[in-house]
């Protein structure tokens, strides 16, 4: 059975089941990845057609590489340790006009992608999937509390219409890479919206569901160390 069942019996207001939704164009969807060689299987797939996975090794050691390769995704390594320097080098070797960015723990469902993608057919610089947890997910009230007052300020002085950070997100290539987005750490998504929203782009939101884990361990949310860490990291490029 799918890992990602969890995600296809939502509660009221949370996204319908996915279907299918097709692009016009073939999409690279990057996948950052430090240790997610337990998750990717899974997401790997039930990614639609006509989307490429390109697997992004941030010095992985439980074999993500060749776990990723055994199931058909393209892989290159980064060695700059961050979860931005990963995200800048899987945009950078894409070679696609279209990219997409997802987490690799398994709590988001790639199947909702080409609706985003949809959005920016239709005319948004980016689209973004703001989490909608599904029944009974632990979801920590320090992860949860940084989201909700990096965003507020993201809606308060940047008129950015967003309640989330981007987990899932899609957007043109070169006009991604024309941001100039300089961060490498945790605070890249962050930067993104903030280089968006001073750029005047039209930043779309959709809600898309979130699910426990499948493996592996959180790098932000799992732990108050990460969390600070990553509070820091994001202060650091608002304030």
Known sequence: ????????????????????????????VILPCLNEAESLPAILAVL????????????????????????????????????????????????TSTVAVLDADGSLDPRALPYLVAMLDRGADLVIGRRRAVPGLRWHWHARLGTAVVCWRLRTR?????????????????????????????GYP???????????WQVVETDVSYGPRTGGESKVSGSLRGSFLAALDFWRVIS
């Open 1 to 28: 059975m799918s890992q990602f069942r969890h995600h296809l019996a939502l509660g009221d207001g949370a996204p319908p089941p996915y279907g299918r939704v097709m692009s016009s164009s073939a999409i690279t």
């Open 48 to 95: 639609p057609d006509g989307y490429r996975a390109l697997v992004v090794d941030n010095n992985s050691t439980d074999g993500t590489a060749t776990v990723a390769r055994a199931h058909g995704a393209d892989v290159i390594t980064e060695l700059e340790p961050g979860y931005g320097a990963a995200v800048h080098a899987g945009v950078l070797a894409a070679q």
């Open 158 to 186: 940047y008129r950015l219409p967003v309640h989330d950070i981007a987990p899932m997100r899609v957007a043109r290539r070169e006009a991604l890479l024309g941001l100039g987005i300089a961060d490498r750490r945790f």
């Open 190 to 200: 962050l930067e993104l919206l903030v280089r968006a929203g001073q750029a005047g």
